[in-house]
């Protein structure tokens, strides 16, 4: 039976480089899956065998294996690459459009995730973690990364 802790360590390394850079974090994922590949096509070619939790695996069933996880991987690369949608500016004349910097930051915040106006600066909370963020104004529907929890999201804008 032939183990490799050497996949364990670059697998947990892989979620925290995901945690980064999900785009870096599912490339990893590709060199990882052709590192198991090689790996495990050298071990047959040894005469050994690989066990799967027990359960022994042929060379053919192992590179089937393979392939299916190659196809993991591109999706998480294609959902990595997915752009975020950027939220359309109001129409004018809607209240949305209507309400200014001014009457926003007068209205009392009903979470902590309610964007609000200070000075020059809005201030909001994360939509995945609620950590404060706070932004220039000129970032206003951008999107950027949540300091706290790496999440995308929206800078709220409140013109």
């Known amino acids: 039976m032939i183990f490799n802790p050497v996949i364990i360590v670059a697998i947990i390394v892989q979620s925290?480089?995901?945690?980064?850079?999900?785009?870096?974090?599912?490339?990893m994922g590709f060199l990882?899956?052709?590192?198991i590949?090689?790996?495990?096509?050298?071990?047959?070619?040894?005469?050994?065998?690989?066990?799967?939790?027990?359960?022994?695996?042929?060379?053919?069933?192992?590179?089937?294996?393979?392939?299916?996880?190659?196809?993991?991987?591109?999706?998480?690369?294609?959902?990595?690459?997915?752009?975020?949608?950027?939220?359309?500016?109001?129409?004018?004349?809607?209240?949305?459009?209507?309400t200014d910097a001014a009457t926003q930051a007068a209205l009392p915040a009903t979470d902590s995730t309610a964007p609000r106006v200070d000075g020059d600066t809005i201030n909001f909370g994360c939509t995945e973690c609620g950590k404060p963020i706070s932004f220039k104004k000129r970032?206003?529907?951008?999107?950027?990364?949540?300091?706290?929890?790496?999440?995308?999201v929206i800078v709220p804008d409140l013109s």
């Open 139 to 152: 970032h206003a529907g951008l999107v950027i990364r949540c300091p706290e929890c790496n999440e995308r």
């Open 32 to 35: 990882i899956t052709t590192g």
């Open 37 to 98: 590949f090689l790996w495990g096509l050298a071990v047959y070619g040894s005469h050994n065998q690989i066990m799967f939790f027990g359960i022994p695996l042929s060379q053919p069933v192992f590179v089937i294996l393979c392939l299916v996880w190659y196809v993991f991987d591109t999706f998480s690369l294609i959902a990595a690459l997915k752009p975020v949608p950027v939220a359309a500016p109001p129409v004018p004349g809607t209240p949305a459009a209507t």
């Open 16 to 27: 925290w480089v995901a945690k980064a850079s999900r785009v870096a974090g599912a490339i």
